[in-house]
Structure formats: C-alpha cells, structure tokens
C-alpha cells in the first residue's frame, strides 16, 4: 500500500466514523415536537454514552395523501413536510390530517431508522409512513441514532454500537409499557443494516422491513463514494477504503467488516421484508439480493421498477404503506 493509499485511506476513515451532526454534545432544551408526534423523549444509551432523542406516535386516525408540491393547498407548514422528489424527477409533499386517538392496546410497537446522514427532524420522508402505521393501530418510534440529529454521540459505527442502543430502546420502552413482548422494525438504508443487526441479537424482533439497505459496508463503499463524491471517487482505491477500515479500528476498537446485513440475516428467525428501488443509484438492487440469497427462507421481497434510492416514498407511497401494513399484521398477529 503506497503513501498516497494510506494517506486517502486515513481522511475516509475520520469521515467514516464523524457524527453527521458535529458531535453534539446535549440534545436540545427544550425538545422539539413537530407534527406528527405525540410524545418526545431522550433515553441514555451506551457505553460509550450518548443521549438518543425518540419520537412516539400512539395509534391515531391519519389521512395521508401525496401531493405534488404545487397542490399543498400554498401551505408548505408542518403538515405538509417535502418529501423525496419522484422517480420523474416530480417534487412531492405529504398531506398529514390527524384524527382521534384509537381506544384500545396498540396492535404492536414499531421502530423506525432513518438513513446516514439524516434525523427524524431534518428529513421528512419517514413521517408519512409512520403516520399511516399509526393509523392501522401501531405504536411508532422514531428515534435519531447516536450522532445524528438531535442525539449525541462522538461517531458512529454502522450498527457496531447503534444495534445495542437500539436493543437498550426496546428495553426502555418495554420498562414504560409502551411496548409487548414482542416489537418490528422499519430501516431505511443504514438503518435497514442497523435493523438486520440488531434482529440478530435479540429475539423480541418480530420482523424487519429494511429498505434500501446495505448488504455489507465494505462492498457497497466504491458504489456510496461514487453516488456522494463523484468528482473525487477516482481517488479512493480499493487500498485506500482498506486503509480506511483500519483507521477507524484504531479509533474505535471496532471493525467495520463485521457491519454485513447478509452476515447477520443468516443469524435470526425473524421474517424479514426487503424493499428496494430498482434504479438506486447509492445502494445498488444488488446488495438486496446478497441479503435474500444469504437466508431465503423466511425473507421477502418489494422491488420497485423505476425507482431510486429514496423516491419510492412519495411515488410508490400506497404500495409501500400497505406492503408494511400486510407484514407487520402478520409478524404481530391480527385483530
């Protein structure tokens, strides 16, 4: 490995494992809680220690509509939060109605992740399908993962440590009694990976949803270099994203190799349903079908033609709502 490889190699790395939010040192005070949720909580995880932020929907009554940004009634408030643009290129809103609560038990309790990068305030995309979950009588719990949004956390580590602060969540809310024996989780791309891992340690998972996910992160590095910095993607040699692996070792005491969705699906019983857009251009259709092949049994799928990265929740918004609709009543047991 020449100079230049382990020089490259050491910059990917701190860019590997660097908070997306700058290292927040506190969450704020107060707690933001926009529409949709009704409850926000802070819970400490670790070690290494960070605060994880949570927002709760409790089952309530939703009409959801997708809207072109043009038809959001010239209210882009809370509401009406901007959603990825379309396949074609269409930018989307989600018409968010709120009705009553629903009497009884929630039929189960949900967790939903958002992606690298993203927090359950800054990116919407989430919103739409948690409230329609809501609707169909779930509990739904979106938490920002360490370094993320609103929660603290020196790095991150794609779901070396953000799967056991998410098994200490379940515990948390299961000590609350907001939720059964058994939980589901929804993942959207790193947090499809931090889902499958954390199904592999615990047993209360009663079925993951990852869309978009990662089959390793080692092999789908090149692809998430190239899709994010296209202009300096020629750089980074296989040598250098190597080197990159052993910096963050250093830094951590973990190894990245060991972040693989396809590894870990081959671990846990739960059922698990794959989502991904057949046009992704970040994390490729491929990388879906390491994981399926890695554990056919009990693994389904929802590809979607046309679709990119993100899209699918504006553009294909009934499919998927009901898609997760239909599998978490089966995971859960129905009414």
């Known amino acids: ?48 220690h960070a605060t994880l932020v949570c927002w709760t929907l409790h089952p309530r009554r939703w009409t959801v509509r997708i809207v072109r940004e043009r038809e959001a009634r010239g209210r882009p408030d809370e509401h009406h939060p901007p959603l990825p643009p379309s396949a074609s290129g269409e930018n989307l809103r989600a018409e968010l109605v709120p ?34 979950l809501a609707d169909a009588g779930f509990r739904v719990v979106l938490p920002d993962m360490r370094g993320h949004g609103q929660s603290t956390g020196e ?18 809310f ?59 993607s020629w ?13 963050a070792r250093k830094r951590t005491g973990l190894d990245l190799y060991e972040s693989s969705a396809e590894r870990a699906i081959k671990r846990t019983d739960a059922p698990v349903l794959l989502v991904h857009g057949e046009r992704d251009e970040k994390i490729p259709l491929a990388a879906s079908h390491r994981i399926r092949a890695s554990r056919p049994a009990g693994t389904s799928t929802l590809y979607l033609p046309g679709e990119m990265h993100s899209s699918y929740f504006g553009g294909r918004f009934p499919l998927l709502r009901d898609s997760c609709i239909d599998h978490l009543g089966e995971w859960f047991g129905k009414n």
Not at 7 to 21: D, M, Q, S, T
Not at 33 to 48: I, K, L, N, W, Y
Not at 235 to 241: I, N, Y
């Open 155 to 172: 790095f991150i580590t794609y779901g070396l440590l953000e799967r056991w602060d998410l098994i200490r969540l379940i515990d948390a």
């Open 99 to 132: 009705g009553d609560l629903i009497d009884g038990p929630a039929r189960g309790t949900v967790f939903m992740l958002h992606g690298w990068r993203d927090s359950v305030l800054e990116k919407a995309y989430l919103r739409p399908l948690a409230c329609a």
């Open 174 to 232: 299961r000590t609350n009694e907001l939720a059964g024996e058994r939980v589901a989780l929804f993942g959207f791309s790193y947090g499809g990976n931090v889902s499958l891992l954390a199904a592999a340690e615990d047993r209360r998972i009663a079925g993951v949803i990852a869309a978009s996910a990662p089959h390793n992160l080692r092999a789908v590095l090149p692809a998430s270099v190239k899709a994010f910095k296209p202009r300096l």
């Open 235 to 247: 750089l980074v040699s296989d040598a250098a994203l190597d080197q990159s692996f052993l910096t």
């Open 1 to 48: 490995m020449g100079v230049f490889d382990n020089i490259i190699g050491g910059i990917v790395g701190r860019k590997l494992l660097a908070a997306p939010n700058g290292g927040r040192k506190k969450p704020a005070d107060p707690l933001p809680r926009p529409v949709p949720f009704d409850h926000v909580t802070a819970f400490e995880v670790g070690p290494p």
